[in-house]
């Protein structure tokens, strides 16, 4: 038995919760990863794992054991790194989860310079604005606006979003400028509803202006999950939308959305990385956060911030 390749066949078992889908992402057998597995636990005379037809569950010495595995597979693959090239450019598969627009609007185009100055580094990038499983679906890191959500991740703040509202002309033409936010939440105006994933519920924006303090719902026609799709609805004249200035600028350049309340501010919404606490940061998901951090101060600069303005 290949002591290190049962081990890792033994974490991947955990953390998919799947002999199949382990063998899947270790490119391995089913029948080969079960066979590294249960020689692993006649070797510590320990059993890891609760199988039944339906799932896999962890013992309780299973998730002690797993802990040290993860770290020492960490130390493992960080020794095989300051030993060869990929100390100067790290190399390996990297999975990674990022809202849709980020992704086609500032990721997708920037990854090229990574790519070239990590040439060893294979990106797969879920693209999406749904909550993820980091362990389940075996993540490395997510980048997420607004609350990180689940407080057992470790989460960077790596920008901060400016927001705006926004409507287009067409839209405008045919119910008229609302002259105050709350105006959106009676007809003829409307919204395009903006779905939380984690809740189903359509996200409001809180807007001030002096002294005044409004949160505005609205009333919508359409919600959408999605940030590309909200940005389309809205664009297409359904109704008036939040957005952070990335994604609004080169609509505004092109005269398809035009600003509201310009008087107003919206405070800025920021914008996360997570990870699992057991995950080990090793070379190729840090040089990723510091590439995220660096086109993040280009794009959503950190500023003083004291919470996001959407909210279910």
């Not at 959408?224 to 939308?241: E, K, P, Q, S, T």
């Not at 501010?265 to 990385?273: D, G, Q, T, V």
Request: charged share 20%; with cysteine.
């Amino acid at each position: 038995m290949d002591r290190f390749d049962a081990m890792l066949a033994f974490a991947r078992v955990v953390e998919t919760r799947s002999f199949t889908q382990a063998a899947q992402t270790l490119h391995m057998s089913k029948t080969t990863v079960t066979q590294l597995v249960q020689q692993l636990e006649a070797r510590l005379r320990v059993k890891l794992l609760n199988r039944t037809t339906r799932k896999v569950n962890v013992t309780a010495d299973g998730a002690a054991y797993y802990e040290r595995v993860v770290r020492l597979l960490a130390d493992m693959d960080d020794a095989e790194t300051s030993l060869t090239r990929a100390s100067a450019v790290p190399r390996g598969r990297l999975r990674v989860d990022v809202p849709s627009p980020l992704a086609r609007m500032i990721l997708a185009p920037a990854f090229p310079a990574f790519h070239a100055r990590y040439p060893d580094i294979q990106v797969h990038m879920g693209v999406s604005d749904r909550v993820v499983d980091l362990i389940d679906e075996n993540v490395d890191c997510v980048v997420r606006g607004g609350d990180p959500g689940d407080p057992s991740l470790v989460a960077r703040h790596v920008g901060d979003l400016a927001i705006g509202l926004y409507a287009a002309p067409a839209y405008l033409a045919r119910v008229g400028r609302p002259v105050h936010p709350k105006d959106l939440e009676a007809a003829p105006h409307q919204i395009v509803g903006f779905l939380r994933s984690s809740t189903g519920r359509i996200l409001s924006c809180a807007l001030q202006r002096g002294e005044e303090h409004v949160q505005v719902l609205g009333r919508y026609a359409i919600a959408m999950d999605d940030g590309n799709a909200y940005l389309a609805a809205g664009v297409a004249g359904l109704g008036a939308l939040w957005l952070p200035h990335y994604m609004a600028a080169p609509h505004l350049a092109r005269g398809e959305l035009v600003p509201l309340f310009e008087d107003w501010s919206i405070a800025p919404m920021p914008l996360y990385l997570a990870f699992p606490p057991n995950r080990h940061v090793g070379a190729r998901l840090r040089v990723f956060i510091d590439w995220v951090v660096e086109l993040m101060a280009i794009h959503a600069p950190l500023g003083k911030t004291r919470g996001h303005p959407l909210s279910s």
